[in-house]
């Protein structure tokens, strides 16, 4: 009988125990060199793969939290540069008021002054145009009455009429 070829009456749950000793063996041996050799290689990747995930891990967590610092400083400075901004705008609008009302006034002041420097002019103009209109009168009022008198008054004469009338003149006012 040829020994490879099974024969018809062996069942095939029948255990040979020289293949069954062979493997057993040779499975020990595989794993206490796969357990010398190749666990501690995998254990040594699977560590440095846990570490580098724990490390990116806390960069990660790192960055999410300078993040979010830079992004309430930035709500910060952009809060207060609103508020510096709002101030600037109402002290604008203040001082803008305070130079119009300032403005107001001077105007205000300086018509006054050029109304006060106009009727000083006016009173000024009047008493000359009076004075003026005096001396005429008496020229005249002199020279009608010499004209009746028939002689000619001299100068100093017509100075001392003319003194006389404005005296009186301002008496009667």
């Known amino acids: 009988m040829i ?3 099974a024969s018809e009456s062996a069942s095939p749950v029948d255990v040979q125990l020289l293949t069954l000793g062979t493997t057993i063996v040779v499975f020990v041996i595989f794993l206490l060199l796969a357990m010398k050799f190749v666990w501690p290689q995998i254990l ?4 440095e793969r846990e570490a580098k995930l724990r490390d990116d891990l806390d960069s990660a967590e790192e960055a999410r939290a300078q993040a979010k610092a830079a992004l309430t400083e ?4 952009l809060k207060k540069a609103r508020t510096e901004a709002g101030e600037m705008i109402a002290q604008a609008r203040l001082d803008a008021k305070a130079a119009a009302e300032e403005l107001r006034s001077s105007n205000t002041r300086e018509l006054a002054e050029m109304k006060t420097a106009a009727t000083a002019d006016i009173n000024a103009a009047k008493k000359a145009a009076i004075g003026e209109l005096h001396r005429e009168a008496s020229t005249l009022a002199v020279a009608i009455a010499s ?4 002689r ?4 100093d004469d017509q100075q001392a009429l003319l003194s006389e ?5 301002g008496q009667t006012k």
């Open 74 to 77: 930035y709500e910060d400075e």
């Open 147 to 150: 004209r009746i008198l028939d």
């Open 3 to 5: 020994p490879f070829i």
């Open 165 to 169: 009338s404005l005296a009186e003149l």
């Open 44 to 47: 040594k990747g699977l560590d």
């Open 152 to 155: 000619e008054i001299s100068a």
